[in-house]
């Protein structure tokens, strides 16, 4: 009897929230306001983690800004202060749990307060033929996109389980909902970060950890340099351009501050349940769209980009 009503329940509940977030994308509900909030965003020196971190000055909040590179680091944080910000800079190897440690130690000496907010950023991808590619350049991709989530959630999530207030966003990818090929290294750290996030938020949920709040966030290609070059069939890229940085870290923002649970940019709310049917379909179905799309062989172009790169040296980036 007792089984009958929680499935009972349950069912309206799911009724419920469906409803609910349909409605959302016509109304869009309150955003909770940041000002105040101790935000820490990693991989801050480059093109999304930049942004994020003039996004969230904008909004009032201080931002921690970590990243591998001092320089580029630096520059975001200057940035930031141009505008009336405060950011404090640290030079951090997401991927070494010891340093993840140490600078969250000091962090919480320099400033005397928790940091709030865990903006998990920092990623990278090999950009080569996997039977090409060096083993360490592999390794790194799973470090970086995966490992240091583990390390940076174990640092920052305590106190805020204890204040019962934080929100810890993964930016993760499409490419952790589906996959393409030649990007193996990229593809399996994705779909680690979104499972180790999904679990992690089934886990705070769990324990009733209320004030908590995740934000699983799943961009398309985003022009900032690190996919340079994929290119799917012209038809099919004229209704799915790549995204512009600003539009993607504004959609994101949008998605932080109503303390919505998952979000993919372009916000398609179809493009999830398309992503769900064709996992239903045969595996040949999916063959044949994807060459049908040109996604099949998207990411050959980005490859050749890469290699020129790595040929051409420095003379390219400078
Ligand atoms: N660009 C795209 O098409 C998409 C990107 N994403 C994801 O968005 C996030 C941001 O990407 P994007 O801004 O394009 O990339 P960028 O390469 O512009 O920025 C990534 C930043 O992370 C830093 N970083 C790399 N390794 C480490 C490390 N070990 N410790 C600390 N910092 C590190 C980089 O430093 P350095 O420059 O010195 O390497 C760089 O500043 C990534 O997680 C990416 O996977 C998701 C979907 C699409
Ligand atoms: C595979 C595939 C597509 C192409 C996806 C691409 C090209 C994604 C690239 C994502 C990147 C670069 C993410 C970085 O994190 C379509 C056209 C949506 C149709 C469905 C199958």
Redesign the pocket.
Known sequence: MIFLMDLQMMLLDVIYFILRNSLRIVLRPRTKPVEGELVLI????????RLFAQEFTKHGAEVVL????SS??EQTAKLVREMGGKAHTYT????NPEDVYRNADLVRRDLGRDVTMLVN?????AGARMLDCPDALME?TM???CH?LFWTVKAFLPQMKAQNHGHIVT?????GLFSTACVED?CAS?FAAVGFHESMAHELLAEEVDGVKTTLV??????????EG?KIREEVELLLP??E?QY?VEQAMNAILIDQPLVCIPRVDALLYLISFCRLLPWESNVVTYRFMGSDKCMYPFIDTMKNRVSNGPSVTA
């Open positions: 990693t991989g801050a020196g480059g093109g999304l983690g970590w990243d591998i590179n580029s680091n951090v190897d997401v991927t950023n920092a990623g990278v991808v790194r470090k970086v996109n240091a930016i993760a990818s499409v490419l990229y994705k799943c961009p398309y290609i985003v022009d900032t340099g690190m996919f994929c790549p995204l940085p993607c």
